[in-house]
């Protein structure tokens, strides 16, 4: 694919650009003036690079600058200033505003695209590396066997969200999901089934919960879930919508250990919800939070399994939380 290059003009040139460009397999995109030069940059297709093509790096160039930059964040786009300027001091000032390299007029087409294809090198060469950030910054987060979250990131998100909560109000509710006898299902198909049992749970949270629920694998058989701007009553509902999804769902067929030759039958689980919310307004921790949804689930496990137990309301106001 070839690369885009915005060509962002705030002079008449003295030469075209685009046309020193056209043998380079370059997409050159013309904006006149700054606002047209904004407008392409924050575009469904951004540059890969920019060429600001102005008469000297007075204000309204060095504004535009920084603009550019600001607009492309967090990817890398690389802008060459191209101007008549001569002098030290407009070529500093640009390159402080953010520029990554710098032509004086009058230019010469070989020179022009050799600096393009330098900059573009070093624009290609930041996106594989941001690409292979995000991808370890995935994997550093992410539960290998389910694809959830782990537990590491669920802590974040909750401290998150817990200092969200509490500057701006609103409720935050913590669910702990924790399968039934999981030991039976090891000990009677095998570990893998074990494994496909985790994953098949991991599946119906996926499709029952809301993109801005957070739900991650909290150790061994057991799930949380993190739901911002929920109070008892929503952490409930879905807590038992839970229940009666995993219940109802063969998990996995698979053969007994001890009668392989029976064939395959279906494998079905139930599972323990405990339910802990903070009341808008609370200053409670981490911490509170996690033991308030681990004992509601111990209940749950005491009454029978196969249960929701929801926790009393954390509803510590700040006064009190200070004086703690």
């Not at 294809?117 to 066997?145: C, G, N, V, W, Y």
């Not at 909750?158 to 109000?169: D, H, I, N, P, V």
Request: aromatic content about 4%.
């Amino acid at each position: 694919m070839s690369s885009r290059i915005l060509l962002a003009q705030l002079s008449s040139p003295a030469d075209d650009l685009a046309s020193m460009l056209s043998g380079s397999s370059c997409e050159v995109k013309r904006a006149t003036g700054a606002a047209g030069a904004l407008r392409q940059a924050f575009s469904d297709a951004p540059p890969d690079l920019v060429l600001l093509d102005v008469a000297r790096a007075d204000a309204e160039a060095i504004e535009l600058l920084r603009a550019l930059k600001a607009r492309t964040l967090p990817r890398f786009v690389p802008v060459l200033v191209v101007s008549r300027d001569e002098e030290v001091a407009q070529r500093v000032a640009a390159l402080r505003a953010g520029a990554d390299d710098f032509l004086s007029r009058p230019v010469h087409a070989l020179e022009v695209v050799a600096r393009v294809a330098a900059m573009l090198r070093i624009q290609a060469s930041q996106d594989r590396l941001h690409q292979a950030t995000t991808a370890l910054a995935a994997l550093s987060a992410t539960d290998p066997l389910t694809g959830l979250h782990n537990r590491r990131h669920l802590q974040e998100r909750l401290a998150q969200e817990l200092s969200r909560a509490r500057r701006y109000g609103g409720p935050l509710s913590l669910l702990l999901v924790d399968l039934d006898h999981f030991k039976r299902v090891n000990d009677g198909y095998g570990h893998q089934a074990g494994d496909a049992a985790l994953r098949a749970v991991a599946g119906i949270l996926r499709t029952t919960l809301r993109t801005l629920d957070v739900c991650a694998r909290f150790g061994g058989e057991e799930f949380a879930v993190l739901m911002p701007a929920t109070d008892w009553s929503g952490a409930l509902t879905v807590a038992e919508r839970l229940r009666r999804r995993i219940a109802a769902a063969p998990l996995l067929t698979a053969p007994a250990l001890r009668e392989p030759s029976a064939g395959p039958v279906e494998v079905r689980m139930t599972a323990s919800l405990g339910a802990a919310f903070m009341a808008s307004g609370a200053q409670v921790g981490a911490d509170e939070l996690v033991r308030a949804a681990d004992a509601a689930l111990y209940r749950a496990k005491q009454q029978g399994r196969d249960a929701t137990c929801l926790a009393p309301a954390l509803a510590r106001p700040a006064a009190a939380a200070s004086a703690a």
